[in-house]
């Protein structure tokens, strides 16, 4: 290893004491990590053992693991990297020789279906360089999110918007009615939910809010759903939790599950949020196929925070899917409302061209809206996309000031996409 010199080798008592001070610190001032161990550090048989335990071993920590171990090691190669077991090796100064390397640092990762641990070892004592990513490879695994939702989403793969004011209803042209049940079903309740409440009151024996816990979007890919959900948070100035399928699903045994409860449990503590879940279908199919075990306890996750004893009551779960048919009934059941989005009208695909060329003029968009036929609005968008990078193109070779495109570039990239969806 580059960074290592004999004139920084730190005692082992010393290196002890310097881990376990900073490590003691970080528990005490984060209330969350009470009841957590420290590494056991140990001297044996000329070799420096540190070995702890970890909450989890997810893709997430094993690629912020390697960063750490990167930026603390000069020279490393991988020994293991198998699912459950991940070995980094650092090599010598001089890469060429290979004498003793094993005697050099050692980063092992264990992640079988419990007791998920850590361990370091080196022949001889460590450097302070190796000392610091024994902490920090520490405080990566119990990093403290709890009292944090939002960075305990982006943890688990969320993506969360606090302040949407880029979207407005203008921006989806067209899908009158689907705008008018959304306003119904979702924003009124949001707006006013004092109303809404006070009705239940006058009506239940036993109070049960009356307002939409789950709304499910159905459609082809493309035609607006997710624009929508963030046009329904900034209406609503709650926040939006957009959760891809990737963010869930994991090689993991049991691990895909606990992320699924970890995204409802942090929502419920931004105190009103909407948690949109992206490809439902591939998270909780029907019972009437044969299901992974996996997918079994994703589905039961499911069925049990949407309306079970631990449901979530500040979160509004909007399930997006262009496969309806291939849910499980009884998920579609916890749904109060379902919402088809529909492919777009030759007048609405029209208005989306309008969108994206702002400059042509109202015929020449018609003329476009009336031949793209079976098109959504991402395909209108992508098709707008290739034209303006063909223009600029044309721009560049011809040495011409910037102009926008003639509609005749528009209507030649739509036929050549209409040939080949692939065009681009």
Known sequence: MTKDNNNH?????????????ELHNYIDNNNSLEDISLPKITFERGSTQISFIIPNLNERFVVDCIV??????????????ESGYYAFQALNKNLFLTENMLNNMKIELFGLISKFRVDASKKGDLIQEELNLIIDLYKRAYYVTQDNPIEQLKMLGATVFTDITSYDWSYIAGYNEVKRKIKESILLPLQNPKIYDAIAHLTRRKFESNKPRAI?????????????????????????????IESIMSKWYGESPRNLSQIFDASEKLGGSILFLDEIDSLAGSRDNNLFEATRRILSVLLRKLDGIDSVVNTITIGATNRKHDLDHALLSRFDQTIHFPLPNDKERAAIFSNYATHLKADETTALGEISDGLSGRNIKDICEITERRWARRLIIKKINPSAPPDRYYMNVLKKWLVDENYG
Do not use: C, W
Request: proline share 7%; hydrophobic share 45%; charged share 25%.
């Open 9 to 21: 080798l730190i005692p082992f008592d010393r290196m002890k004491e310097q881990i376990e001070k």
């Open 68 to 81: 750490l171990i990167k930026n603390a090691l000069d020279n490393v190669r991988i020994h293991s990297f």
């Open 216 to 244: 499910l979007f159905e459609g082809n890919p493309g035609v607006g759903k997710t624009t929508i959900a963030k046009i329904i948070a900034g209406d609503g100035k709650i926040p939006l939790v957009y959760v891809p």
